[in-house]
Structure formats: C-alpha cells, structure tokens
C-alpha cells in the first residue's frame, strides 16, 4: 500500500523567526507541522497541511480521532510558526497542533476508510486525549487509567528546554502505548511478566514504521546533552539486541525500555527482510512496513495469556499473521514465507531456543461458551465468569471472561488476570477457548477475612501515598544534584526520579480528597495470594490494601518515554 502522507513545499524557519502566520478566515484548518517527524529530522523545516478530522469552523482541536489541550487558547487558528524567538524551543500553539496531527496522522494510516484496513473507532473507541506542555518534566506518558497522553517541556533540563509534544516520535511512541492497550488490556498489568517490554518495542516499532525510520526521536538526543543528528535517537529500531541474559555480548537488559529495543529490534528487521532485494519477497520498503504494521496490530488479539514470556509473543505474532493471511491473501504460500522469517527472527533475537516451541497450538474446542462456564461453576461454585473486553482485527478476534471469586456473603472479588480468552474467526464464529489463565481455587484457599473497611483503607492509601512523596522527593534531590554535576551520564536515572516523583504528587494529590472525592476502587485478589485486597486507582499507580493486615502495596500505572 503506497504511503498516505501528503507532503507539500516545505519551508524553512531560522530559531530567531517569531512572526506567527496566523490564517484569519474563520472557516480555515491550514497548519504548519514538520516536514517530517521532528525538528532535527525535519531540519528545522515546516510544510502547509489542511488537518484532518476537524471541523472547518472548530475553535480548538477537537477532533474525530483527537482532542488535544494546551497552555495556548487557540480560537480557531492552528498555523503557526515553530519557534520562539532567538531558539529552538517550539511555541505552544504550534505544539498542540503538531500532536493533534501526529495522533489523527497515525489513526487515519491505520483505519479501515483510508488506510490498512483496522475499525479504528472500534478498536480505540473515544478520541484520544493528550495534553501539551502540561508539566516541566524531561517526559510524556500513558495512563491506562485515564486513558490520556500528557508531555512534557524538559524547562529544567542543563541542555535547554524541549517540547515533547512537538516530536512526532514521542506522540506516535505513546499513543503506541494506547494502542496496544486497547488490543489487550492484560498487558498493562505489573504481573505481565514480559508485558512491559512487548509495549516499548510496539510502541518504538509503530513510532518507527510509520515514519519508516528506525530512529526513535531524533530531538530527544540534544536535549540530553548528545550530538544533534538525524541517526541518532533516544533508542533506535535497528539493532541486533537480544534477550538472553547468559550472553551479555547483545543482551537487550532487564528494564523494560532496555528489553523493549530488542522487540523494536524485531518489528523493524522482520520489515527489512521483507524488503530485501535478495530475499523471497522484494516488496518495497512503505510496502514491507505496512504488511509488519499490520501483523503488528494483529498480534495483540492473539495472546493466550495475560502473563506473556517472549515465545507467546511469537505465537502471537504467528496466529496474527495467519489471520491476516487468511483474509487478505488466502491461505498459502505467503503465510508460509512469513512464518519462516518470524520464526528466523525470533531466533535470531533469543525469543525462542527452538522453532517446534511454536508449532501451531490450536485454541481448545468447545461446546459453547456458556455451557463451559456452567459446567465450570458447578464444578467450582465459588467462581465465576464475566465478558469484560472484546477487539476485532483483520481475520479474527478476540473476548477475555474475567475470573471472579464469590465469597460466602455473595461478593464478587476480581482476580487479578485471571480467566479465558474466546477467539473467533473472520465471520465472527467462536472458534475455542485458550485456559491458561483461569486460576484453580481450592476451597477454604482465599481467605475471606475483611478486617479493614474501604474508608480505612482510603485512610492508609492517604498515609501511604504521603509517605511515597517524601521519599521519591529525597530521591529527586539526590539525582538532580548529580545530573547538574555529571549530565548525560546520569540522564536515565534523573528521568527515572522524575517519573517516579511525578506519580507519587500525583498519588498524593488524589489522597488529599480521598474521602470528599473517592477514587474507582474495587475488591481484588492478587496474582499468588490468598488475602482479599481494596485496588484503589491512584492517577498513575495503583494502592492495593490487605483487606485483613492493612498491608498496602504500591504498583507503577504508565508507561512513560
């Protein structure tokens, strides 16, 4: 499929050119936005668009696919030009516009009406919210709670401020994020075992195929003190990483945008091998990188499990590739040479040791579903079933049953990731369960005791939450002190303190109005354990407390840049 971006003459804006262009016809939705994915890939240099799924008499960008805000009232006028005065530092009112278009850009690429074939509406099903310069931090998030995309300034960074949201990578990068969440949810949670790492090289490999660069943010290299260039990026697609620990010469690491490279890695040398002149398929590179993009998107849908290790994702991304085969192509050969390549890539990435570890594995044949999960409660009546998500992509699709746990008074207590997943077929026919998730319950094993109420437990999260600030604080001061004095070298773990001080003030500033405004909050239990827990949504992380101890347990809630 050719490439849907619509280029036209580009310009160029020295740092010193203030003038705003500003179109004065109410009914105008002209902008400027960089020729390419950033200012260090664009040269600094912008082009004219008409922007997409936006009304002609919109006053903001309120779109279809997008809602963006800013510090910037824009009042119905999206052209302006990139700089202010005397730097590089981008103006407000050109960032929010350069992210609206990097979001509806990336959702129009993907949509079934005029791109690669995906409902998107009914795969992401809202529009997606971001929020330009909202914080002084060097960073951009996704919250799975929310759903919401925030970015950065880097105001206080040694090396000069930087606006996130005007580098497509960046906006691309986390709305990745969302994505994938909205393809399974499972993944998001801490128990996801390789879950973490399969989101960060998604969202680098979706960043870098639809830019077809393997360069992940070429801006974020001056901002951290690194020499600005066109190949060099935050991370980069192209690396032969991979994710066995025993040989440190190549090994990706154990932090998940570490581990991530390797399956970014992955994403984009399966698209180069597709793309080889000498190799079976010769397809041009847009082309190799559409067919990837898709298999991709597909893969999501095809999880057996909430706690994924690195051969589920190639299994995943086997049972993706078919499907999409199936229903594109046909069945046949294509689907075969496709196969061989992800299985010699997995490989070749230490993802699998062997290719029989991945020989098709059929879902699980069954009557019905119903008259599984009846046979299932009478066999356990403590448990039960509930449909809580359901996505549909090319070929097939995908309904997790979340499993419950009743107690003796009849409550219904969620366990944590556990439950099934029934997959259908192109036609929409339910074509069997995978049951790897579903957790056997012997009876008497949960322990039912409820010492704690939930206004107590609102009372130990505030305590907990206050707590988490101090010292996510005196970690912060800590590490700005040696980024001040040591720089780039230091540069990771000031993000890091950063991002964990930014969630802890968010965390504490939910906790000051616990009670007059009260947080989603549900009974769970955990993964492994037998107490029964209140998971209170902290903004940005998530307060789990021991229904019968007090005991509360702090856990991350978004991915971050």
Not at 99 to 108: E, R, S
Not at 169 to 188: F, K, M, R, S, W
Not at 437 to 451: G, T
Not at 479 to 501: F, P, S, T, V
Request: proline fraction near 4%; charged fraction near 30%.
């Amino acid at each position: 499929m050719s490439n849907v971006h619509m280029r036209a003459p580009a310009r160029s804006y020295p740092p010193h050119f203030l003038r705003v262009a500003q179109d004065k016809t109410p009914t105008a939705t002209h902008a400027n936005v960089w020729t390419h994915e950033n200012r260090v890939s664009s040269d600094g240099m912008v082009k004219d668009i008409i922007l997409r799924h936006l009304e002609k008499d919109a006053q903001s960008l309120n779109g279809k696919w997008a809602r963006i805000d800013g510090q910037t009232k824009l009042g119905g006028i999206f052209r302006y030009d990139p700089f202010v005065e005397g730097s590089k530092v981008t103006t407000d009112g050109f960032d929010q516009v350069q992210l609206y278009n990097a979001f509806t850009g990336l959702l129009t690429y993907m949509d079934k009406d005029a791109g690669l074939g995906f409902d998107m509406d009914r795969i992401i099903g809202h529009a997606m919210v971001g929020h330009a310069n909202a914080v002084t931090d060097m960073n951009a998030w996704y919250s799975p709670q929310t759903k919401e995309m925030t970015f950065g300034t880097s105001k206080n960074s040694r090396y000069g401020e930087w606006h996130l949201a005007s580098d497509g990578d960046v906006v691309n990068h986390e709305q990745g994020h969302a994505i994938l969440d909205a393809l399974h949810p499972g993944l998001t949670g801490y128990y996801a075992r390789e879950g973490g790492a399969i989101h960060e090289g998604f969202a680098d490999g979706m960043a870098a195929l639809f830019h077809l660069d393997p360069e992940v943010s070429e801006d974020f290299s001056p901002a951290i003190g690194r020499p600005e260039s066109k190949d060099a990026g935050l991370r980069t697609c192209r690396n032969n990483l991979h994710l066995d620990a025993k040989d440190r010469d190549g090994y990706a690491g154990s932090e998940v945008h570490d581990r991530g490279r390797a399956y970014a890695g992955f994403f984009w040398d399966l698209m180069e091998r597709l793309a080889d002149p000498n190799g079976v398929f010769k397809y041009k590179r847009r082309d190799a990188a559409n067919i990837v993009m898709c298999m991709m998107m597909n893969h999501g849908a095809f999880y057996t499990t909430n706690r994924p290790q690195p051969v589920d994702f190639v299994r995943a991304m086997l049972d993706g590739m078919e499907n999409l085969c199936e229903e594109r192509y046909g069945a046949g050969g294509l689907a075969i040479h496709l196969r061989r390549e992800i299985i010699a890539e997995a490989l070749e990435r230490r993802m699998i040791k062997d290719a029989s570890e991945v020989e098709p594995k059929k879902p699980e044949k069954i009557s019905s579903i119903r008259d599984f999960m009846a046979d299932f409660r009478r066999k356990n009546p403590y448990i039960t079933f509930q449909r809580t998500d359901q996505v549909d992509v090319i070929g097939g699709g995908r309904d997790f049953y979340q499993q419950h746990y009743i107690t003796r008074d009849g409550a219904q207590i969620r366990m944590m990731g556990a439950g099934f997943f029934a997959f259908r077929d192109a036609q929409g026919r339910f074509n069997g369960i995978a049951r790897d998730d579903i957790r056997p319950v012997r009876e008497n094993e949960i322990n039912e005791l409820r010492r704690i109420d939930l206004r107590q437990a609102y009372d130990l999260v505030r305590q907990s939450a206050r707590a988490e600030l101090q010292k996510a604080q005196r970690e912060m001061k800590q590490q700005e002190r040696i980024y001040l004095r040591d720089g780039a070298q230091n540069g990771k773990a000031y993000k890091e303190a950063q991002m964990n001080l930014r969630i802890a003030m968010e965390a504490n500033r939910r906790a000051q109005r616990i009670h007059a405004k009260p947080p989603d909050s549900e009974m769970v239990i955990l993964p492994g354990r037998h107490d029964i827990y209140y998971e209170v949504e902290m903004g940005l992380s998530l307060y789990y407390v021991n229904a019968r101890t007090g005991k509360v347990t702090v856990e991350e809630d978004v991915f971050w840049s």
